[in-house]
């Protein structure tokens, strides 16, 4: 007997249909990617037809589409994780830096632990139709990296009109960062992959502040460039 069919029934509450099925997808995708999610096992899993599920969904993309958006939404809160560990240290250009440093820790950490998740967000099925900003409370990948970006504009550490580019540097260096960590880099032991992390992290802070990465020392700030 495979997994797949000794894995009981989900139970479901009368008009919730979607979400169930959703959330069946949403397990399929974490085991396997989003090559795995199956309409007919999506519904099986459930305990539905699968023409119950079509009511919902009207065709396979249809359902990625919505598995993705629940993959951004647990991206989004394993960044917001990562920055509610930080503590404030008094310092506006330091405090602003170690945020948008953990949001790309956060975004790498969650591609580390929850492959299937973060390869299913980015899916190309699921890139048609995708609205940004319509990840709920408040956990959308891209605002919490705008937010970060914009307080170092505050902090006086990048100028207003750099966001942009500066979106689109530190966006591509943590996606790339963790598709080389899920392929050919797979193998590194845990000490040498978060030297890795680490290391690109300083070199998107060099890239993107004019002035240098802020770094507190001795109760003073030091911009390293």
């Known amino acids: 007997m495979t997994s797949a069919t000794a894995r009981p ?19 399929l995708a974490r085991d396997g990617g989003p090559d795995a999610i ?34 951004l939404v647990e991206l989004g809160r394993s960044m917001k994780r990562e920055t509610s560990r930080l503590r404030p240290t008094g310092d506006e250009a330091v405090d602003a830096w170690r945020q948008l440093r953990a949001v790309g820790r956060g975004y790498v950490e969650f591609a580390l632990n929850d492959c299937g998740l973060f390869r299913t967000a980015f899916d190309r099925r699921a890139r048609q139709g995708r609205e940004e900003g319509s990840v709920e409370d408040g956990c959308s990948p891209q605002e919490l990296l705008a937010d970060g970006l914009h307080r170092l504009v505050a902090a006086g550490l990048l100028p207003a009109e750099d966001i942009e580019p500066a979106r689109m540097l530190a966006w591509s260096a943590v996606h790339g960062l963790a598709l080389l960590l899920l392929g050919p880099y ?14 690109t992290l300083d070199q998107v802070g060099k890239g993107l502040l004019p002035s240098g990465v802020p770094q507190r020392r001795t109760g003073r700030t030091r911009k390293v460039g």
């Open 38 to 71: 199956v309409l007919r096992e999506v519904a099986r899993r459930v305990g539905v037809s699968p023409n119950a599920a079509y009511r919902h969904f009207d065709d396979l993309p249809d359902l990625i589409q919505a598995v993705a958006h629940r993959a």
């Open 186 to 199: 797979s193998d590194l032991p845990t000490r040498e992959r978060d030297g890795m992390i680490d290391a």
């Open 9 to 27: 029934r989900r139970s479901y509450h009368h008009g919730d249909l979607r979400n169930a099925l959703v959330e069946a997808g949403v397990e």
